[in-house]
């Protein structure tokens, strides 16, 4: 079966940090260039971290920059969302897929709540 599944979310004060996790099952996504997208209230959804599939290059978005990172294992099929410095705009629905994404194939998302 084809799945992403996140993890990791939670509450957070602001100035703090948090390590998402996407375990994606399926060879589709074991060599795609995978990325994070999140979604806040009332807004579309945007993506804020690529990695190549070999994951040699990554690419940020300008809100995240300098305080997010992007990371791959491939033998796991899994992607990581380091985050540091968080702020409170940070907060959303964080979800990981493919670049460009499978829009079937969404997960259920972890929640981020920075607060103040």
């Known amino acids: 079966q084809v799945q992403l599944v996140e993890s990791g979310g939670g509450l957070v004060q602001a100035g703090g940090s948090l390590r998402l996790s996407c375990a994606a099952s399926?060879?589709?996504?074991?060599?795609?260039?995978m990325g994070w997208y999140r979604q806040a209230p009332g807004k579309q959804r945007d993506l804020v971290a690529t990695?190549?599939?070999?994951?040699?290059?990554?690419n940020y978005a300008d809100s995240v920059k300098g305080r997010f990172a992007i990371s791959r294992d491939s033998a796991k099929n899994t992607v990581y969302l380091q985050m540091n410095s968080l702020k409170p705009e940070d907060t959303a629905v964080y979800y990981c897929?493919?670049?460009?994404?499978?829009?079937?194939?969404w997960g259920q998302g972890t929640q981020v709540t920075v607060s103040s």
């Open positions: 399926g060879s589709i996504f074991k060599f795609s260039p």
């Open positions: 897929n493919a670049v460009p994404a499978y829009n079937n194939l």
């Open positions: 990695i190549t599939g070999g994951g040699g290059s990554t």
